[in-house]
């Protein structure tokens, strides 16, 4: 049976359990080291992807107001946009346009190619329609996620 000294540790640099100091670590301080490096990286990974999600919820926000201003350059068809978050960079936008040119093939046909010229120029959105209405159910948009709204004046909120 051999016999291994505190030389023989310093000569193979096992590291994990053994500081440069020469001071061994107990279980308790590795698994606390442990738990403190896992915490640190969970934190370092939350604050990244805030600050993306952040970043890209921008982006949206503005490709959502440059689309309803070209949609809206020849006749105010549109007031009101909704987003929602499908995940850290894709998101999808939900214009409520008139009823008139939303039921009208003709006329929405423009808005619809012009929707699919900014997602093929944009591929994290999404860009889809609904008919405006004063009644329009908004909790059962909420429901279905559309957690940000723009409307006339306002902004996403």
């Known amino acids: 049976m051999s016999v291994t000294t505190k030389q023989d540790i310093n000569k193979r640099d096992v590291g994990n359990n053994y500081t440069p100091e020469g001071k061994f670590l107990s279980l308790d301080e590795i698994i606390d080291i442990y738990k403190k490096g896992c915490d640190d990286g969970y934190l370092n990974y939350i604050n990244k992807m805030r600050k993306e999600l952040t970043k890209n919820l921008t982006e949206a926000q503005r490709i959502a107001e440059n689309f309803l201003s070209d949609v809206n350059s020849k006749n105010e068809i549109c007031n009101n946009i909704f987003l ?74």
């Open 84 to 157: 929602r978050v499908i995940d850290i960079n894709k998101f999808d936008l939900l214009y409520a346009i008139e009823p008139d040119i939303f039921y009208n093939p003709a006329k929405s046909k423009e808005y619809y190619e012009k929707g699919l010229d900014y997602e093929d120029e944009n591929p994290t959105i999404s860009i889809s329609f609904l008919p405006y209405a004063d009644n329009l159910n908004t909790n059962m948009l909420i429901a279905d996620r559309f957690l940000y709204f723009y409307g006339g004046q306002k902004q996403f909120n």
